[in-house]
């Protein structure tokens, strides 16, 4: 069948340029009701409802009742084909300004939007990449032709783009910790360009690469900016989880602290173990640093964590203000709070822990599948 004349295609870029901008947006996703509940896109003037594809296929009557008329429809499906069936029956009823997301939610999870995030002091900026369908953040910082990575995510091909646009060489690649929920993309980003990886070696016991120690008291420089490591070994979420200071202007904190909430310490299996690193780097290592600090996690997990622009950003001070998760009283009710009624695990987080220390070696459409559904890297995320 013949696509019909008045659909409209709609990219992930333009799709999270609407929710961006808080533009009204009406979508139906048409994937399993499982796969519904366990993620969907959002957005704070995004209204969405849920009806299987195979719900539709003599029709979309049942559709049409819940859609309204007139205002912009995207269909969702996970990969194309099935939101643009029901999109050209959508239009074929009668209706206008229909859309169908192109390449799917695989589409959407893979998509990165790059905001500047600031100048730096001596020269160069800060950038972040906001994966909006999965709630991963990278860093680049970029000084007098050089940069360097942090959480680098696996389309590396991005971030070699973005660098070369900038005129500067990518030195270095760092990850703040051994991650669960993705797939990192520090170490191929490393091999393809030459740079340096680095990676904090408690998390590093078992992998079988060759990378560089990321220990307290090894500054790195990058063009005429130094993102300082020491003082702020900050384990909790896993045992070498290493927060970075960059141009004593941002703390980049990985996995251990978030805007609305904190990092879990149960994604190595090591909750009772690791929970009072954890209650230790919030409640007494970060106390110590400069209040005046932008703090830069590696994830957020609710879009009301995005700010201005899509940025994911707030002042220490802040944060300690309205975090909850740096407003528990009492340290057995942190423990508890840390431990007990966690939110599910991330899809496949053993097998993408076996890829990201070089045990395992899945394939691109592999590794798509395994990144699959929200990040839940913090205690609230549900």
């Known amino acids: 069948m013949n696509a019909a004349p008045n659909i409209k295609i709609m990219n992930a870029k333009e799709l999270t340029r609407i929710v961006l901008a808080k533009e009204e947006l009406f979508i139906l996703d048409v994937r399993n009701e499982s796969d519904f509940n366990d993620w969907k896109i959002e957005g704070e003037s995004v209204d969405i409802i849920n009806i299987p594809y195979f719900d539709l296929l003599d029709g979309v009557d049942e559709a049409l009742d819940q859609i309204p008329d007139g205002k912009k429809l995207l269909v969702v499906c996970a990969k194309e084909g099935s939101s643009k069936f029901v999109a050209e029956q959508i239009v074929e009823a009668g209706r206008t300004n229909v859309h169908y997301l192109e390449g799917g939610m695989k589409a959407w999870s893979e998509h990165l939007e790059p905001v500047e995030i600031g100048e730096l002091k001596n020269g160069g900026s800060l950038y972040q990449f906001v994966r909006i369908g999965k709630g991963c953040l990278s860093y680049m910082v970029v000084s007098q032709g050089e940069a360097a990575m ?88 896993t045992i070498g989880s290493t927060s970075f200071i960059v141009d004593d202007q941002y703390l980049l904190t990985g996995d251990i602290l978030f805007i609305e909430s904190i990092g879990r310490p149960d994604l ?57 998760g740096l407003n528990i009283q009492h340290e057995e009710e942190f423990r508890r709070t840390v431990t007990e009624n966690l939110p599910p695990q991330p899809n496949a987080y053993q097998e993408i822990r076996q890829t990201n220390m070089g045990k395992i070696t899945p394939s691109e459409d592999e590794q798509r599948e395994m990144e699959v559904g929200p990040n839940r890297c913090a205690v609230h995320d549900k």
């Open 150 to 237: 942090i959480d680098t995510l696996r389309m590396t091909d991005v971030f070699e783009q973005f660098a070369k646009e900038k005129g500067a060489v990518i030195k270095h690649t760092l990850d703040t910790h051994l991650h669960a929920d993705h797939i990192s993309g520090g170490r191929k980003l490393a091999e393809q360009t030459g740079a340096t990886y680095w990676l904090p070696p408690k998390d590093a016991t078992e992998v079988t690469f060759a990378y560089e120690k990321l220990e307290e008291g090894r500054d790195i420089s990058v063009g005429s900016t130094t993102i300082r490591i020491q003082p702020v070994y900050s384990p909790g979420h």
């Open 268 to 324: 190595a299996g090591k909750a009772e173990d690791w929970v009072g690193d954890l209650h230790n780097t919030l409640y007494s290592r970060y106390k110590e640093l400069s209040q005046d600090l932008i703090v830069l996690p590696a994830h957020f997990g609710k879009v009301t964590e995005l700010g201005a622009g899509g940025r994911v950003m707030a002042k220490l001070s802040e944060l300690y203000q309205n975090n909850p």
